[in-house]
């Protein structure tokens, strides 16, 4: 049946990612005596693993290039092993992570992709990792594209809602605080301690974007029970040609 090739088709393309290229998937059909049942008998012959003979780095991005000693030292992609799909996309994840927590907000691993030639013979596989530059419209209209580098990101001003309320997302708060150069916004008093709110961020105006940051003071701002939940948004700014990221968190009483 349809069904049973298409099963047959998965088995076989889940082997191809995990190295075995040349793999067989067989099957067979047999009936009870009514013949109202099937049952199907699948026949997996892997042939040998496909493994990595050289592992490449390519920089397109001129910002990221000056990294590159250090991203192609910590790979965990090594000649010898077995050529595995999920372990490209690992190392995808973990060259966003990286870059991520070094300024570059915008970077996502949708810019990394990779090549993989199985042609050069003796079950070797020569794979080669690239990273784009930013792609950016050129026109309204968007049918030109520049290529540029990926920018980086400082933390700009920092702004609190206590009072936030998503019924309400327009509501302008009534009452502004500045404690360090920290902004709060609230709906008369404020009911917590600014030290607090203060004490519980990972991050500060100036910095370098670390996301790593950004997560460490969701997570401890979320352990506070007078707040029913919280939400840190980053707006893209440019000032004197740098690239800002003002911080707004939102924290909805509970």
Same mark, same amino acid.
């Given at each position: 049946?349809?069904?049973?090739?298409?099963?047959?088709?998965?088995?076989?393309?889940? =082997?191809?990612?995990?190295?075995?290229?040349?793999?067989?998937?067989?099957?067979?059909?047999?009936?009870?005596?009514?013949?109202?049942?099937?049952?199907?008998?699948?026949?997996?012959?892997?042939?040998?693993?496909?493994?990595?003979? %050289?592992?490449?780095?390519?920089?397109?991005?001129?910002?990221? =290039?000056?990294?590159?000693?250090?991203?192609?030292?910590?790979?965990?992609?090594?000649?010898?092993?077995?050529? #595995?799909?999920?372990?490209? %996309?690992?190392?995808?994840?973990?060259?966003?992570?990286?870059?991520?927590?070094?300024?570059?907000?915008?970077?996502?691993? #949708?810019?990394?992709?990779?090549?993989?030639?199985?042609?050069?013979?003796?079950?070797?596989?020569?794979?080669?990792?690239?990273?784009?530059?930013?792609?950016? #419209?050129?026109?309204?209209?968007?049918?030109?594209?520049?290529?540029?580098?990926?920018?980086?990101?400082?933390?700009?001003?920092?702004?609190?809602?206590?009072?936030? %309320?998503?019924?309400?997302?327009?509501?302008?708060?009534?009452?502004?605080?500045?404690?360090?150069?920290?902004?709060? =916004?609230?709906?008369?008093?404020?009911?917590?301690?600014?030290? =607090?709110?203060?004490?519980?961020?990972?991050?500060?105006?100036?910095?370098?974007?670390?996301?790593?940051?950004?997560?460490?003071?969701?997570?401890?701002?979320?352990?506070?029970?007078?707040?029913?939940?919280?939400?840190?948004?980053?707006?893209?700014?440019?000032? %004197?040609?740098?690239?800002?990221?003002?911080?707004?968190?939102?924290?909805?009483?509970?």
């Amino acid at each position: 049946s349809s069904e049973t090739q298409r099963s047959a088709n998965q088995i076989s393309i889940f =082997l191809k990612k995990h190295g075995y290229f040349k793999s067989d998937v067989r099957y067979d059909l047999s009936f009870n005596r009514k013949g109202n049942k099937a049952k199907v008998n699948y026949l997996v012959v892997p042939d040998s693993a496909y493994r990595i003979a %050289d592992v490449r780095f390519r920089f397109d991005d001129e910002n990221i =290039l000056a990294r590159d000693e250090f991203l192609m030292n910590s790979t965990d992609l090594k000649k010898g092993d077995v050529f #595995d799909i999920d372990e490209l %996309d690992e190392e995808r994840d973990r060259i966003q992570k990286y870059l991520n927590n070094r300024g570059y907000y915008t970077f996502s691993k #949708d810019y990394i992709i990779y090549r993989a030639d199985s042609t050069i013979g003796n079950r070797q596989v020569d794979v080669e990792m690239i990273v784009k530059p930013l792609r950016t #419209d050129r026109t309204e209209e968007g049918d030109s594209l520049v290529l540029t580098p990926h920018p980086k990101f400082f933390m700009g001003d920092i702004t609190f809602f206590t009072s936030y %309320d998503p019924a309400r997302i327009n509501a302008i708060p009534s009452d502004t605080v500045l404690v360090n150069g920290v902004t709060f =916004l609230s709906n008369g008093e404020l009911e917590i301690k600014p030290d =607090l709110l203060l004490y519980l961020l990972s991050f500060q105006k100036g910095e370098l974007y670390q996301k790593e940051k950004v997560d460490q003071t969701y997570r401890k701002l979320s352990q506070l029970a007078m707040f029913r939940s919280g939400n840190i948004q980053m707006a893209q700014q440019q000032r %004197d040609d740098a690239n800002v990221l003002d911080c707004r968190i939102y924290l909805a009483p509970a």
